[in-house]
Each structure stands twice: as structure tokens, then as C-alpha cells.
């Protein structure tokens, strides 16, 4: 059975409804506000491609005008020095020997000096009054069988110190004298008194140095003296090892006059 506004599809289940008038114009707004919603999304999408465009090309030009100013500019190709003539090489040579020995040089008149003033110290040593009140740690049972320049060169050869470190070993012993006038540098105390300052001045101005063991083997004393001489030393001077530059350039040129009075310039 048909109608008017109702037609029924016997084919299918579903059902066809004509459109009124008042469905139309509802779906005449509908496909209006599609419309327009179409038209303003397109409108945005070009805006930012737009938007995208622009940004791409102002990238691109900062990035070519940045790229033309850190460009690099032509480096100068740096002409190699030609090689020396034998003659000049020679010469070159002669000059490094010649420093190289100006330093040895210095070196051994500065430890020389060390001999000739503790040389110059035992033999101007006044015998103590009342020689058993007078004993200190320094003292020896007899006097050794090297004498004290000897020794001082013994060090020299096996400490492998540099040259201020005997500066500063006499400067070491200066103080603690003049701070305990009991104390005299003689024939049974000089050899334990140069090894202790060389050892605390080895210690205080050198990066590298040995330990207290081998220390005592070039000195002939044994670990335990050793250690206890060190000790006994550090407390006397207040342990005070700091030279200031002037009182150092003082006694270098100390040691260099009595290196040169004793003729070992």
C-alpha cells in the first residue's frame, strides 16, 4: 500500500521518506554551515601554509646571511722556514752546549759553596764546655770516615735534587742555630745535620723525592734515626721551611762567594 508522501521498498528494509518543505530548508542550513565551515578550515590552511612559507624563506635567508658572515676567510698559506745551513745548526747547537754548561756550572759552585761553608763551620767549631750536657741528637758516637765536603758531593750525586734545595739546606741550618745556640756544628754532629736539612728541603721544594729509607742509606744512618732526626729538626725551626725570595737570593749568593773563595769558580 503507497500514499502520498510514503513509499514502501519491498526490496529492502528501509524506508524512503520524501522531504517537506521544512526538511529541506533544515537541510539547506545544514549544508550552508558546511559550507562555510569548509571555506573558513581552507582559509586557515592557507593562512598557515602562508605563514609557513614565509618563515621557511626568512630561515633561509638568515641562515645564507649568518653562513656569509662566519664564512671563513682565505687563510695565508704559511711559508715553512727553510732549513738551516749546516753552519748555522752548528752554531745552534754550539749554544745549547754552551747554556747547558753555564748551568752545570752555576749548579756545582752552588753546591760546592755548601761544602766549603760547612768545611769552614767544623773547622771554626769551638769544643763545647761540659761536652756531656752539650750531646744533642745530632751527635755521633764517633766522627764518620768521609769528610763533610765529601759528603755534601755524596748527597749531590744520589739525592738527585735540584740546585735550590742546597740553598735552602743552609738556610735550614742557619735558623736552627740561631735559634739554639747549644747546638755546634762540629766534627760528630755536621754530617747528620746536612743530611736532615737536605732531606727537608728535598722534600719541601722538589715535586718528586725519595723515601726516608733511601734517604738513610746514602746518609749511612738507619730508618729509625733517620725519621727521628727529621722530626727532631722540623720542631726546632718551629716547623718553619718557607723561604721568602730575597732571603733565598741572599744566601745563593753566599754560597757562590765561598764557592769562589775556596777557588771552585
Known sequence: QESESTRTCFFTTCVRVEPTSAMAAQLAQVTCRGRRTRLASSRRNEKRSHRSRSLRQTTTEDTEVCCAAQAPQAVPEV??????????????????????????EVDDRVVQGLAAVMERLVSGAKAPQGAAQALTKFHGVRAPGISIGEYVMRIRKFFHCSVECFVLALVYIDRMTKKHPDIVVGHLTCHRIVLCSMMLSAKFQDDVFYKNTFYGKVGGLALAEVNALEKHMLQMMDYRLHVMPEEFELYHSLLCKAAEGAGAC
Open 79 to 104: 711559508q715553512r722556514p727553510a732549513q738551516l745551513p749546516v753552519v748555522e745548526q752548528q752554531f745552534s747547537v754550539n749554544l745549547v752546549l754552551e747554556a747547558e754548561a753555564l748551568v752545570t
